[in-house]
């Protein structure tokens, strides 16, 4: 579904993608874990093309996007719920889900949000109200709706965990654990290794700007090397 | 008591077109958080060039269309030229290419309509109406009823348009914008467009009344500022409220101290927001948890 090979990308002279080679097959939870400031986020961002990139190639089902516009993918299958949430903070969380789905003007967006309220029932009961006076669990849950309404076939979830209550993380990774089931397939971003290493199928670890390794999840999971530095154990 | 009502009708007048400079303002701020001193010039031009294009032969209804197409179209080369290859500047880079921007306009309106005070003649006669005692002008009147038509348009085009809701989510958060499908370059260009376009609008209305010349821009955006400012900047409620209050106590300050004092009027308003209401009268109280 996406493979991307040999990605570099740089922030002015100082490159922090040195050639990343990754792979995410349909139907798939990938993910790909790594400390603080290993380049995960600028990752995603070049694969939504808000961040230039300055070698490599992204292909996504089948097609070249690497230089693709930003606001050309999502329609084609590709969105992303950003790292901080990056919710429209000045308009309802209605708002904001209908903007999610910005390029159809279908009956499927109604059906779509009424699934996402499914999903997130909190959402329904704030419906009306101005997204930037939920809670920080609530914001996540609404980047995260907001992206499904795009419809995506590849969702792109950057650290859907940071700065959450426990209880309100593994509500989240339980709920991407069940996108697998809806046909979704998920590269999820996280610095939180061991709950995104226990919802997905392979793994990859980054560190400064590199992979270093790559696996199963349960193979990752019980690695002394990953267990030592990712999961503190 | 008819002295007065004289007063509110001058005032209601001029505040329409401070109003719709206001506007004007609001859009871009909305879209890209960029106050565009150009706007004034935008005014300018669309009496300008309907002069123009009205004495080189065009019915009026014609020369006026043209000349807001004409601005709308400036407006997108503006920001295709000057704001978007500066994108990524700080917000006061970007208010600074605005001001270059306006003196440029100026400058080439000067050597293109030259120096002299140009006029055309008013939609609907010349015949004063008498209301109690004051009199108004029939071009007033299109004047109020343009600013608000604008007004009531575009709050139907934010509130109600999935386009206009684009715009808002652009000026909110531009990276979730893009990130969501929207064609943010476009946005811009719209907005520019709009913005031009309105402006464009108040100087086919408001020349016959105030007539126009190449420098008249500077005093028009200053004062559709102050309306802006006055009544929160990027509400476009706050816009059409502010505009017509400048006005108001433009004219009240002209007829009641003196005309010298009028323009002094706005400055003192811009002060004392700064002071005392940053945030205007309908300021965005910030919901922002984060
Ligand atoms: N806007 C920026 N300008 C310059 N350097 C940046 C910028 N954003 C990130 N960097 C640098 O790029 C590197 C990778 O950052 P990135 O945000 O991609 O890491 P990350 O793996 O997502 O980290 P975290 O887990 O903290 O989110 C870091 O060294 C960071 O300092
Ligand atoms: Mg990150």
Known sequence: MLTVEGLRSRYGRIEVLHGIDLQVNSGEIVTVVGANGAGKTTLLRCLSGVQPVSGGTVTFRGDQITTLAAWRRPARGLTQSPEGRQIFTNLSVEENLR????????????????????????????????????????????????????????????EPSMGLAPIIVSQIFDTVRGLKDLGVTVLLVEQNAFGALKIAD?????????????????TLIADPRIREAYLGI | ???????????????????????????????????????????????????????????????????????????????????????????????????????????????????????????????PIGVAGATILPQSLWVIGGAVAVFIALW?????????????????????????????????TLSFALSAGIGALAGVLATPITLTAYNVGIAFALKGFAGAMLGGMGNPKGALVGGFAIGLIEALTAGYLSSTYKDAAAFVVILAVLFFMPQGLFGRKSTDRV
């Open chain 1, 202 to 218: 392979r793994g990859y670890v980054m560190e400064t700007g590199r992979i270093i390794m790559e696996g199963a999840a349960e």
């Open chain 2, 156 to 188: 139907l085009f934010f509130t109600r348009t999935l386009l206009g809701r684009a715009v808002l989510a652009t000026s909110n958060n531009r990276l979730a914008a893009q990130l969501v499908g929207i064609n943010t370059n476009f946005v811009m």
């Open chain 1, 99 to 158: 903007l999610g789905a910005y390029g159809f003007a279908d009956d499927r967006v109604d059906r779509d949000m009424e699934d996402a309220f499914q999903m997130f029932p909190i959402l329904r009961e704030k419906r009306n109200l101005s997204a930037g006076g939920l809670s920080g669990g609530q914001q996540q849950m609404l980047a995260m709706a907001r992206a499904l309404m795009g419809r995506p076939s590849c969702l792109l979830l950057d």
């Open chain 2, 1 to 127: 008591m008819s002295e007065l009502l004289q007063f509110l009708f001058s005032g209601v007048t001029v505040g329409a077109v401070y109003a719709l400079v206001a506007l004007g303002f609001t859009i871009i701020y909305n879209a890209s958080d960029v106050v565009n001193f150009a706007q004034g010039e935008f005014v300018m031009l669309g009496g300008m060039i309907t002069f123009a294009a009205h004495a080189a032969g065009l019915p009026l209804p014609l020369a006026a269309i043209s000349a807001i197409v004409l601005t709308a179209a400036l407006g997108v080369g503006m920001n295709k030229l000057a704001i978007e290859p500066a994108r990524g500047a700080p917000v006061v880079s970007l208010i600074i290419i605005t001001i270059g921007a306006s003196i440029f306009i100026q400058g080439a309106a000067q050597i293109i309509f030259g120096k002299q005070i140009h006029s055309y003649p008013a939609f609907s006669g010349d015949t």
